[in-house]
């Protein structure tokens, strides 16, 4: 993968694919990139939504694969999950406890590295219903990212450079 420089270059379609990236099971420094767009003179409010769209795509792919594992989905990819789950056992069970316990609200956790990609796999695996799947890892992505932009933003006023 290009460094979050080239990404950079790249603008914001960069951002959105290493958004999407990090939205999936891949490491990805979205944040790096959107923070060095700001940096180059993109609006924030620009960076926020790409990078929120990219990320939640890639994390509907996570939920995706669970469904259809849940489903009975095997090959290559279900043995891959299937092998995750296992190795993940107790994190995934905590992950799907606390999905029936508090519903789709913790899902506002999904930005969180590993465990997030552990509620998201959870939702798809507990067959989560699609509308607050959406709305609620959104809402978390988007804030998240709301947060670096205005973080990054204030920190280019106040004249802190990269």
Not at 8 to 23: I, K, Q, R
Not at 96 to 103: C, D, E, H, N, V
Not at 126 to 145: D, E, H, I, N, S
Not at 152 to 157: E, G, L, R
Request: net charge positive; charged share 10%; hydrophobic share 55%.
């Amino acid at each position: 993968m290009p460094d979050s420089s080239t990404l950079a270059e790249w603008g914001l379609p960069g951002l959105f694919l290493v958004a999407v990236m990090a939205g999936s099971v891949l490491p990805a420094p979205s944040e790096a990139v959107l923070a060095a767009l700001i940096y180059g003179g993109v609006q924030p409010a620009w960076t926020v939504a790409v990078a929120t769209v990219g990320n939640v795509l890639g994390a509907i792919t996570v939920y995706l694969l669970g469904r259809w594992v849940a489903r009975g989905g095997g090959g290559p990819v279900g043995r891959w999950v299937q092998r995750r789950r296992a190795r993940e056992g107790p994190r995934l069970e905590r992950a799907q406890a606390r999905l029936a316990t508090w519903g789709a609200p913790v899902l506002l956790l999904a930005w969180l590295p590993v465990v997030g990609d552990v509620f998201v796999l959870a939702a798809g695996l507990v067959g989560m219903r699609w509308a607050p799947f959406v709305a609620f890892v959104t809402l978390g992505k988007a804030l998240r990212y709301l947060f670096v932009a205005l973080s990054v933003a204030a920190a280019s006023q106040a004249g802190i450079s990269p």
